[in-house]
């Protein structure tokens, strides 16, 4: 049987083993927490330990803070992760870090988002180059119970999947703040303003989902010259909305860049 040993039973490591013990089901689900509170939480669903017994060929998920990854590999007994695949979805550690700490080539980033919460991860994938094809079925296989994943050969790119897919659903939730405060100065009560916001959200995201659809197509086919959103649209473009979402992704690209040094 599989076993997998999510380390960090906090908001991402806690959906990632809830995920696997309900999507996974042929696979020994472990989860590491050196937190007597948070233990509670887990049990019964999954096996909790406070620290990590290596066992043979583990899928190791590293869900810990960035800041607390030096000490727990430091606490690490000398080769415990020489036999396994370590998939790690902490914010900015490199991947060169992460083998020269772990003392093992077989390293993975992931960036996942906030909405694995509801299955609807947008995760992205970067395994080292000496991760075998296996290995990076594997972490997929693992990182799918959060949502989508979609595998990258360049690491730098997971700067700009920090901004996009990372910090992507507040960057979109910061816009639809101004859907559900409109929808609300118009008269509707909060809850149905809410509704409004996040179904629109919802029927946009399936409708690009469509073969062969793309945004631009989308906003085009629903402008009509002189129509309601053509007026939306030509406002849109005289504020340079635009312009100003690429700064911001710009800006959390370059962020994420720094941190990770
Ligand atoms: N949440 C997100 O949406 C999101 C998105 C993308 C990436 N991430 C990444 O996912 C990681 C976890 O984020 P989070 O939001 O789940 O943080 P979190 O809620 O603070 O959880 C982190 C967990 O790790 C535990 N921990 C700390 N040191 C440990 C150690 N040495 N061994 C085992 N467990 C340890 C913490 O325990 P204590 O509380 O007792 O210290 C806590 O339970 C971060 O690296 C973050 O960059 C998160």
Redesign the pocket.
């Known amino acids: 049987m599989e076993r997998i040993v999510v380390?960090?039973?906090?908001?991402?490591?806690?959906?990632i083993a809830g995920g696997l013990v309900d999507g996974v089901p042929r696979a020994e689900v472990v989860v590491?927490?050196?937190?007597a509170?948070?233990r509670p939480a887990l049990d019964g669903r999954v096996e909790v330990t406070a620290?990590?017994e290596p066992g043979p060929d583990d899928l190791l998920v590293?869900?810990?803070?960035?800041q607390?990854?030096d000490?727990?590999a430091d606490?690490l007994p000398p080769g415990a992760c020489a036999r396994a695949t370590v998939v790690?979805?902490?914010?900015?550690?490199r991947l060169e870090t992460l083998a020269s700490a772990l003392g093992t080539d077989r390293v993975l980033r992931a960036?996942?988002?906030?909405a694995?919460?509801v299955g609807q991860s947008m995760t992205v994938l970067c395994p080292g180059d000496q991760v075998p094809a296996g290995g990076v079925d594997r972490a997929k296989g693992a990182l799918s119970v959060i949502g989508e994943v979609l595998a990258v050969q360049d690491e730098s790119l997971l700067d700009a999947a920090?901004a996009v897919a990372?910090s992507g659903p507040a960057l979109v939730a910061y816009l639809a703040q101004s859907f559900a405060d409109f929808s609300r100065a118009a008269g509707f009560a909060p809850a149905d303003a809410l509704l409004l916001t996040s179904q629109v959200l919802r029927g946009t995201a399936d409708v690009l989902s469509e073969p062969g659809a793309t945004p631009e197509s989308l906003y085009r086919q629903a402008s009509t010259p002189n129509g309601t959103t053509a007026a939306g649209i030509a406002t849109l473009r005289e504020h340079r909305v635009g312009e100003s979402v690429r700064a911001a992704l710009e800006a959390t690209t370059e962020r994420a860049r720094e941190l990770a040094g």
């Open positions: 380390v960090g039973a906090g908001h991402m490591g806690s959906v590491v927490e050196p937190s509170e948070r620290t990590y590293l869900a810990i803070p960035p607390a990854f000490s727990f606490g790690s979805v902490m914010a900015g550690v960036m996942p988002n906030l694995s919460r920090t990372g």
